[in-house]
């Protein structure tokens, strides 16, 4: 029986996290399916960290990234090499998922071959196509070319459904990254930063930030922390761990607001295991990331978005998550009544998870056997 033949294509630390779980589950049946890995390591350290958490090794890695790269210079890089990996494979389906410029890439270089492709996590949203910035225009743009949607939820179905798709090319499927939290929690767990394993997540309301987007670099980052830093200033239960990003502009902001503050822990970025298992630790999340949103409510944290939009509306309408916006004012009320009204708190930690049941990759792959085979 002729095996169908699955090229894997990702490259930053979130898409590897997201493709692990499928990654597996394509190895596992080996019967039907012959695949391979291929990486464009756009994010080279950071995916390599998931790369040796879930022990998977890549069968091409196109390793385009540069210092101070481009969209247009990933893209070109990408597009390159790729082809060069699908001449040689000749994938039968390319995988491809989220929403990164490899995204893109990866659907684009399979339909100059005429490869059938896979888009896991389709069918997000915003509403907005410059924020996020590039990923709701790399969204939409890899939906053109897609013949398997794999949408995470009936929002993201019915997103697809608006916008002509049709409904027997659409499978819901829940989130990958609820899958892979599963393998990587562990109560146990210490953590190599000292600081982290000193703080008493049991009797502080320890509260993890992550800020990084580019369009609130500026004010409204300014919004964000100040917002934060009165929260402390005025409630001494209160500690904040903020994994600050790399940018140079972040790292000023956030030094600048929330540098030498007894109860605010400036650290390092932390690799997705460590980080993982500090949000499971911790009493609620002030974040303007994507994949957070998804991770923390599976774990029972109420989670405020500091964006003016989301792509991820399940979880504000599951009542998980709160769209907090970037107005200085809107994200102090939300934290405080996050912090000092424990019905509130209690109502989002306890609200049912809308990503799914941790069985994304199973579905995924079944209905690539079912449609294939």
């Known amino acids: 029986m002729k095996k169908i033949k699955v090229l894997v294509i990702f490259g930053t630390r979130p898409e590897a996290v ?17 695949s391979k890995i291929c990486v464009t390591a ?20 196109l390793n385009i990234f540069q210092s101070g790269q481009t969209l247009t210079g990933i893209t070109c890089r990408a597009l390159t090499g790729l082809e060069t990996v699908i001449e040689e494979f000749k994938p039968d389906l390319i995988l491809v998922q989220g ?9 684009l270089a399979a339909f100059y071959h005429q490869v059938k492709i896979g888009h896991v996590e389709a069918g997000l949203r915003s509403g907005n196509l410059l924020s996020p910035f590039p990923e709701e225009a790399n969204r939409k743009l890899t939906g053109v070319l897609t013949d ?5 939820t009936e929002t993201s ?13 659409i499978y819901i499927t829940g989130n990958t990254s609820i899958d892979a939290l599963k393998w990587v ?16 997540f049991n009797n502080k309301k320890v509260v993890l930030l992550t800020s990084h987007r580019r369009e609130n670099i500026g004010e409204p980052m300014e919004n964000i922390f100040s917002a934060v830093k009165e929260i402390v200033d005025e ?21 600048r607001i929330l540098g ?16 993982t298992n500090l949000m499971a630790k911790c009493y609620a999340v002030v974040t303007d990331s994507g994949g957070v949103q998804e991770e923390a409510p599976s774990l029972g944290k109420p989670v405020l978005v500091v964006r003016k939009e989301t792509e991820r509306p399940e979880g504000i309408e599951a009542g998980t998550a709160k769209l907090a916006g970037v107005d200085k004012q809107n994200i102090y009320n939300e934290l405080n009544n996050l912090i000092n009204n424990k019905e509130e708190y209690k109502k989002m930690a306890n609200a049912v998870n809308p990503y799914g049941d941790g069985k994304a990759a199973e579905y995924i792959v079944d209905a690539i056997r079912k449609n294939m085979l």
Do not use: C, W
Request: net charge negative; charged share 30%.
């Open 148 to 152: 398997f949607h794999f949408a995470p």
């Open 260 to 275: 030498n503050m007894e109860r605010v822990h400036l650290i390092e970025p932390l690799d997705y295991l460590p980080f």
């Open 18 to 34: 997201k493709m692990a779980p499928i990654v597996k589950a394509l190895k596992s049946d080996e019967q039907n399916f012959e």
């Open 99 to 107: 929403d990164t410029t490899t995204v893109f890439s990866g659907a």
């Open 185 to 200: 929690i562990d109560a146990d767990f210490r953590f190599k930063e000292e600081i982290l394993n000193n703080i008493d």
């Open 42 to 61: 756009q994010h080279r350290d950071m995916l390599d960290q998931v790369l040796r958490i879930f022990d998977i090794e890549p069968d091409y890695d």
């Open 157 to 169: 179905r019915a997103n697809l459904l608006k916008e002509g798709y049709e409904n027997s090319k």
């Open 235 to 255: 409630n001494l239960d209160v500690e904040v761990i903020y994994p600050m990003h790399l940018n140079p502009k972040v790292r000023e902001i956030a030094t």
